[in-house]
C-alpha cells in the first residue's frame, strides 16, 4: 500500500509542474499592450456589387471586393481581429432571388467572417431555405432568444461563441427580433423567440461569471431605437437594461450613426452601442486595448470615438 | 486513493489562481470606415462573383415587353394604372392554374398599395423590371371567401383610402367614404354565397392588417409567386397598356 501511495504522489508532483509550466508560459506572453479589433457589417441585404455610378444616393460606394480589400489590410496591422455580422445578410437584390443566399454565405466565408446573428429577411426562403445554405458558410451564427428545438436550425445555431485572442477571451452571443408580425409564421415555422433581455441577463452571467472573458459583445438585430414606440426593446434600451456587455453591434434599422454611441448601462457604466447602416456601405471598427492587470490596475477605461 | 481528491484540488487552485490575473480594458477607439472607390477591389473576390454576375445580368437584360409610358402607383387616387396592370395579370396568371386544378374560377383580385415596390419606366421592359416592382417572394394563394367576409373586404378597402390594386370587384364610395355600389364580376354580392379571392400568402396571414382573410371556407396555395406571374404575363405581352378606370372611384 504504501508503494501504491509514493507511486500517486510522484505522478501528482509531476503532473503539476508540467502544469506550471503551461501557466507560466500564458504568464509571459502578457506584459504588453493587446490590440483586439472588432471589424462589424449588417442588413448587407445581398449586396454584393457596389452601387452604380448613377445612384442617386449611394453612387459608388459598397461592394464585397472593395470591403474584402479593406478588411485584408485592417487584419495586417491588427492581427488580433474578429468579423462579424448582425444580421439580414439575405435579400436585396436579384443574387439572393437566383442563388438563395450561396454566394452571400460563400463570399461571407471568403472573407473569413468570424460569426453572424440571424436577421428576419434571413428567414425570407423560409428556415428551410436558411438551413439549406448553412453547408456555404465558414462561420458560425449565434442567437442566445431564438430557441430552434424544434426546427430544423436545432443544433446549428449556438447561443454565443467564446474567442481566444492572444489570451484575450472574447464572448459574443445573438439577440433576434421578434419575428410574430414581422416575418410569416410559415417561414420561421416553430421557431420560439424568447425576451431579449432575460436571455441577455443569462449571456453576461455566463461570459462574465462563469466564462470569465475580458471582452462581452453583443450582436443584435432587435434595432437601434424606435422614436414612435421608445419603449420597444432595442439596442439602446438593452444598454440600459443589462450590465457587463462591452459592445452591442446592432442592425435592422439601417441606422447610420455619425460615431458610435455610448450608452450607460444599469450599473451606470459605460456601453458601446454601434451600427453601420445597410448594403455593405460601411464597415465598423472598435478597438480595444487590453493591459495586464499586474502591469496597470483597472482605473476605467476612456473611449475615444 | 486519499490523494486523488487532494490533487485535484491543487489543480484547481492553480487554474483559478491563472485566472485571477486578468486583463484591463484600458482603452476603445471607435469608428466607421466607408466603402467606396478609393479601395482597390480584390480581383479573387471579384473573379469569384463574376460568373454568378454575368448569368444574372444576362438574365435580368431579357427583353420581355414594352412600356410606352413611365407608370407609377402614385399617378391615381383609388386605382392606379400599376396597380390594375398586376391585379389584372395576377387574375389572367393565376386563374389558369386555378381553373385547371380546381374547375372553378378566380372571383377577383386583391392586392396591396405596398407591395408595388417601383416604377414601370417607359422603354423595355426586362426581367429586372419585375425584379424590381416584385423583389419579394410573396406567392399567390386563393381564398374562399363568403360574402359576409367580402364586406369586410370591402368596408376595408373603403377605410384604407389607398389604391389598393383589385380586379374583377367594383367598388364606388360616395364623398363620405360609404359604399354605394360593390359589384363582383358585374354582380351584387351575395352573403351566402362564396367567391374565391386571389391574394399573396403575406396579405393572407393579416399583412397590412387584412384581417378578413382568417375566416374562410378553404385556402388554395398555388405555389406560384407574384413576380413569376407577372414575368409569365409580360412575355405573353408586346406592349402593355393599363389604364385607370372605374373599378373603385370615390364620388367628388
Known amino acids: 500500500m504504501k508503494r501504491r501511495n509514493f507511486i500517486q504522489q510522484a505522478t501528482a508532483a509531476s503532473a503539476l509542474i508540467t502544469v506550471g509550466g503551461y501557466g507560466l508560459q500564458s504568464f509571459t506572453t502578457t506584459s504588453k499592450t493587446t490590440k483586439i479589433t472588432i471589424l462589424h457589417t449588417n442588413d448587407v441585404h445581398s449586396h454584393i456589387d457596389a452601387f452604380g455610378p448613377e445612384d442617386g444616393r449611394n453612387a459608388n460606394k459598397g461592394g464585397v471586393a472593395r470591403r474584402a480589400t479593406l478588411i485584408e489590410n485592417i487584419r495586417t496591422q491588427s492581427p488580433n481581429t474578429l468579423l462579424l455580422d448582425a444580421g439580414d445578410i439575405f435579400q436585396g437584390t436579384p443574387y439572393f432571388n437566383y442563388y438563395g443566399g450561396e454566394l452571400e454565405f460563400k463570399l461571407m466565408s471568403k472573407l473569413k467572417y468570424d460569426l453572424a446573428t440571424i436577421g428576419n429577411h434571413d428567414f425570407d426562403n423560409g428556415i428551410d431555405g436558411l438551413y439549406a445554405q448553412l453547408p456555404h458558410a465558414s462561420f458560425n451564427f449565434v442567437s442566445a432568444n431564438y430557441d430552434f428545438s424544434n426546427t430544423v436550425m436545432d443544433t446549428h445555431v449556438k447561443p454565443y461563441q467564446i474567442f481566444k485572442k492572444e489570451g484575450i477571451k472574447i464572448g459574443v452571443f445573438g439577440l433576434g427580433i421578434r419575428l410574430n408580425g414581422l416575418v410569416d409564421k410559415n417561414m420561421y415555422k416553430e421557431t420560439q423567440y424568447l425576451d431579449p433581455i432575460e436571455a441577455a441577463q443569462e449571456m453576461t452571467r455566463i461570459l462574465k461569471t462563469d466564462e470569465q472573458c475580458d471582452l462581452i459583445i453583443c450582436l443584435s438585430h432587435l434595432g437601434y431605437h424606435y422614436s414612435n414606440s421608445p419603449k420597444k426593446i432595442s439596442d439602446l434600451n438593452l444598454a440600459k437594461a443589462t450590465k457587463d456587455i462591452d459592445l452591442i453591434i446592432g442592425g435592422h434599422t439601417h441606422t447610420f450613426l455619425p460615431k458610435p454611441t455610448v450608452a450607460q448601462n444599469l450599473e451606470g457604466k459605460n456601453v458601446l452601442v454601434n451600427q453601420v447602416g445597410c448594403y455593405g456601405i460601411n464597415l465598423g471598427k472598435i478597438d480595444f486595448y487590453f493591459e495586464p492587470d499586474s502591469t496597470k490596475k483597472a482605473e476605467g477605461k476612456s473611449i475615444i470615438v | ?252
Open chain 2, 1 to 252: 486513493m486519499k490523494f486523488k481528491p487532494l490533487f485535484l484540488l491543487l489543480l484547481i487552485g492553480l487554474m483559478t489562481s491563472c485566472k485571477q490575473e486578468p486583463y484591463s480594458l484600458t482603452k476603445i477607439e471607435g469608428k466607421q470606415i466607408t466603402i467606396n472607390d478609393s479601395l482597390a477591389i480584390d480581383e479573387d473576390i471579384d473573379a469569384f462573383i463574376k460568373p454568378f454576375r454575368e448569368s444574372v445580368n444576362k438574365d435580368m437584360e431579357t427583353v420581355l415587353s414594352y412600356s410606352p409610358k413611365t407608370y407609377s402607383k402614385r399617378d391615381g387616387e383609388f386605382n392606379t394604372a400599376i396597380g390594375n396592370l398586376m391585379a389584372d395579370a395576377v387574375y389572367k396568371q393565376s386563374n389558369l392554374i386555378f381553373n385547371k386544378r380546381t374547375g372553378k374560377n378566380i372571383d377577383m383580385v386583391l392586392l396591396n398599395y405596398g407591395g408595388i415596390r417601383s416604377i414601370i419606366s417607359k422603354g423595355n421592359i426586362t426581367t429586372r423590371t419585375a425584379f424590381q416592382i416584385m423583389p419579394f417572394e410573396n406567392s399567390i394563394v386563393v381564398v374562399a371567401l363568403k360574402g359576409q367576409q367580402i364586406d369586410s373586404l370591402t368596408y376595408y378597402l373603403s377605410k384604407a383610402k389607398r389604391a389598393h390594386p383589385i380586379s374583377g370587384l367594383e367598388l364606388n364610395l360616395d364623398n363620405h367614404f360609404t359604399i354605394t355600389k360593390a359589384l363582383i364580376k358585374d354582380k351584387k354580392i351575395k352573403k351566402d354565397k362564396v367567391y374565391y379571392v386571389a391574394t399573396n400568402d403575406y396579405l393572407y396571414s393579416g399583412g397590412d392588417r387584412m384581417n378578413f382573410f382568417k375566416t374562410n371556407d378553404s385556402l388554395y396555395v398555388l405555389d406560384y409567386k407574384i413576380r413569376n406571374a407577372m414575368l409569365d404575363y409580360f412575355k405573353k405581352v408586346d406592349t402593355i397598356n393599363p389604364k385607370i378606370d372605374n373599378r373603385f372611384i370615390k364620388t367628388k
